[in-house]
């Protein structure tokens, strides 16, 4: 393993340089040395937790017991970063799938997107610029929204952020401006355009981190939901340390079960968990006891076969979405079929804006989508959006059919109104 590369104090905020361990979460290690006698964290006493065990039922007929141990370990308080148990799963998992040239750490939290804005919220400081794909994932835009920091459109194509425009906002970034010290993106099955950026694009763009020295925060929760043969990630040729990867249980497993995990290095990892200690204080260990039970009888192996069922279906699902399409918005709207995740992005012709179409005149017709503009950092700043955002992952063949229809019959409605 190579050393890292980075300062990483000069990406760390003010405030997250000076944070400091929770005085009784700092005490949970010391509590599982043998022989140590605890008066210091005020844990409440398992035995009268009313759970004697929990089964869990697999629509294979299987049936799991979690190990007595990890469920006692899971009803009380635990690690901010995860119940070991888990976590060491995880990181094994991570080592077999990106074999990344250098040390990480890994911390689980309650779903990816809780574990994003932690990363944020340790790296941002009042007036940082932050490069953000535009059209980019809506929920990080709402949260850092109302963070102190300013966003600055990335621009995409059919394969992802442009590299060459890229390079070219950083070259010309101006002299009297912070430059910025991070990249936000979502480099596979994007959301909200659906599209994946090659192996080709991934390298060219890690180049131009070394080149500006920016953190890569790779927010990669479709990366399993691939349909074809899988895009090594930015943290697969991290050989400087400056990617923070993050994960989802949720797309694979359960959504509601709320674990996903981030994995980097260890420097910042660790002060993501300080954050969780001031905050949530863990994610539940329980959800984590019930994954960890699941994967570990799986086997690593066991879960890639899941994981490639999972993509096989909704694989299906979008090449019957696009046929449905095909057959009713041919002329009427323009998209990039996905090789990856559960989303399509409509450029509809002929309408000068898809707000109000979308948000009232097509809830009449029974068929809900997302207007374009909720995906860019500056609804107001960046003006009427001819796009929408449609997702088939729990829509019947049925539905596709009939509410394309629906959808087509409003556009021919409109365009006609519009003459």
Not at 99 to 107: E, Q
Not at 162 to 168: D, I, N, S, T
Not at 233 to 257: N, P, T
């Amino acid at each position: 393993m190579t050393e890292a590369k980075v300062d990483y104090q000069y990406y760390l905020s003010e405030a997250s340089k000076t944070r400091k361990p929770s005085a009784i979460r700092r005490l949970i290690p010391l509590t599982k040395i043998p022989g140590m006698i605890s008066f210091g964290a005020g844990a409440p006493n398992g035995d009268l937790f009313p759970f004697e065990g929990i089964s869990i039922s697999l629509k294979s007929g299987e049936s799991l017991q979690i190990d007595p141990k990890v469920l006692n370990e899971s009803l009380t308080y635990g690690p901010s970063d995860g119940i070991p148990q888990l976590n060491g799963w995880l990181k094994e998992l991570q080592t077999l799938q990106h074999a990344p040239p250098r040390d990480f750490a890994v911390s689980i939290g309650t779903g990816s997107q809780d574990l994003v804005t932690k990363a944020l919220q340790m790296l941002i400081s009042p007036g940082d610029n932050i490069l953000f794909e535009s059209p980019g994932y809506v929920g990080v835009i709402a949260f850092l929204r109302h963070q102190p920091c300013n966003l600055i459109d990335v621009e995409l194509d059919s394969h992802g952020v442009v590299p060459a425009k890229l390079r070219e906002q950083l070259r010309n970034w101006p002299a009297d401006k912070r430059k910025p010290k991070m990249l936000y993106t979502v480099p596979v099955g994007g959301n909200p355009t659906g599209v994946s950026q090659t192996l080709e694009r991934k390298k060219e763009i890690y180049q131009i981190a070394q080149e500006h020295d920016l953190l890569i925060l790779e927010d990669d929760p479709y990366y399993y939901l691939q349909y074809g043969a899988k895009i090594p990630s930015y943290f697969s040729m991290d050989v400087d340390a400056r990617v923070l990867r993050f994960d989802s249980m949720s797309k694979i497993l359960s959504s509601g079960l709320r674990v996903g995990w981030a994995t980097g290095p260890a420097e910042l990892i660790n002060v993501m968990n300080l954050i969780t200690q001031t905050s949530n204080l863990q994610p539940s260990s329980v959800a984590q006891a019930i994954t960890f039970t699941l994967v570990e009888s799986w086997g690593h192996q066991g879960f890639y076969d899941h994981t490639r069922k999972v993509a096989g279906f909704y694989q299906e699902r979008c090449r019957l979405f696009c046929q449905y399409a095909r057959k009713h918005l041919t002329g009427l709207a323009d998209w990039v079929e996905p090789d990856a995740g559960m989303f399509i992005w409509f450029y509809l012709k002929g309408i000068d804006d898809s707000f109000d179409l979308i948000l009232t005149k097509a809830v009449e017709k029974k068929v809900l989508l997302v207007p374009g503009i909720e995906f860019y950092c500056d609804p107001l700043g960046s003006g009427p959006s001819q796009f929408v955002r449609a997702s088939f992952s729990n829509v019947s063949e049925t539905d596709m059919d009939l509410g394309l229809e629906r959808l087509a019959s409003l556009l021919k409605e409109q365009i006609e109104q519009q003459k």
